[in-house]
């Protein structure tokens, strides 16, 4: 278009010498239109190259929204995560807690009862060795001139040595379930700090959303055709966020699984444990039974020393009784003797 016309201005230039002052009039006035729309056609390539910046602000603004957008879910998933994961460690933890605590209260009422079984059978001993000391003090005093000992004194130092063994065995039920609860309150105290280190892990992941959910948006300032762009994008974006999803929920199914073989070691160590204080039960009852055993074993040693005692004294009055009737005879005898005598003389 611009070479038809300068063809033009030729052909009027050289064809038209009528209008020869005004040829330069012309020409100026030709090459400041040319000069304009060259500055035109320069205008239009800079705001052609500012709407080409301007899109590619836009691009790279949409991307920016986009990596925000991911942030965000990103970190509303891990958000979500955490707490569910939170939530159940609490779960977790208060059951836990509450088992620990029956079995506290379990081997408190153990150590109650054989407390209470110890100083029933302490009083038992005591009231049996009282008994044993008795019989001895009347024994002595009644045999004080005798030589003979009784069988029965053998029988304070087979309880000393039965009282011995059972306050052995005792003391080492104690000992055991000492130890046992000071484990038990120790695992407590190591929950509660867990349950406190989940609780933190928890608030600062809180806090962490909210401060990214508080930063401004600087697309919100932009037209709407900028905004319909971005409106589109966060629908593909949300596509997206549906797929993470899907993956999220198979990955919560994973975590599942892997919980529920996690819950069986848990259930798999309780067993243990329980079968471990099975077992000291199990220890302390046969030990209640063989210290029953020697009470009895004892007891029937003071029915046969006290069997004894009295046959020693059924002895004793016949042999009171012949003695009586020996001397009675004796003297007797002697008055005959002596009447005898009288006569004959």
């Known amino acids: 278009m611009a070479q038809e016309d300068k063809d033009v201005l030729a052909y009027f230039t050289l064809d038209s010498p009528a209008i020869g002052s005004k040829d330069n009039q012309l020409s100026e006035i030709w090459s400041a239109l040319w000069d304009q729309s060259e500055r035109l056609v320069q205008e239009m390539g800079a705001q052609q190259e500012q ?56 081997a408190r009422r153990q ?76 695992k407590q105290g190591d929950l509660l700090l867990e349950r406190q280190r989940l609780l933190g892990a928890l608030e600062e992941s809180r806090r962490a959303v909210l401060n990214c959910l508080g930063v401004p948006n600087p697309v919100a300032a932009l037209d709407s055709a900028r905004v319909a762009g971005l409106e589109q994008q966060l629908s593909t974006e949300r ?36 079968r471990s204080l099975n077992q000291e039960l199990q220890k302390s009852n046969e030990r209640r039974i063989q210290a029953e055993l020697r009470m009895r074993q004892v007891q029937e040693c003071a029915a046969m020393a006290t069997e004894e005692l009295g046959t020693t004294k059924l002895d004793m009055i016949r042999l009171r009784a012949a003695l009586d009737e020996h001397r009675r005879l004796q003297q007797s005898h002697i008055i005959g003797l002596t009447r005898g005598h009288g006569y004959a003389s």
């Open 239 to 274: 596509k997206r966020v549906v797929e993470q999803a899907v993956a999220l929920q198979r990955a919560e199914r994973r975590v599942s699984q892997l919980e529920s073989i996690h819950r069986q070691g848990e259930a798999t160590q309780a067993g243990q444990i329980q």
């Open 51 to 106: 709407h080409k910046a301007e899109c590619v602000q836009l691009q790279s603004n949409s991307e920016e929204h986009q990596r925000r957008a991911a942030q965000l879910e990103a970190a509303f998933s891990q958000s979500t995560g955490e707490l569910q994961l939170a939530r159940e460690a609490h779960e977790a933890t208060q059951r836990e807690k509450a088992s620990i605590t029956s079995q506290i209260e379990m």
């Open 111 to 186: 150590l109650e009862e054989e407390s209470r079984k110890v100083e029933e059978k302490d009083a038992m001993i005591a009231e049996l060795q009282a008994k044993v000391q008795q019989h001895r003090q009347r024994e002595e005093e009644q045999q004080a001139s005798s030589s003979r000992r009784p069988s029965f004194e053998v029988l304070p130092g087979v309880a000393g040595r039965w009282q011995a063994a059972t306050s052995e065995s005792h003391r080492c039920v104690r000992e055991a379930l000492a130890m046992r609860v000071e484990e038990l309150t120790t």
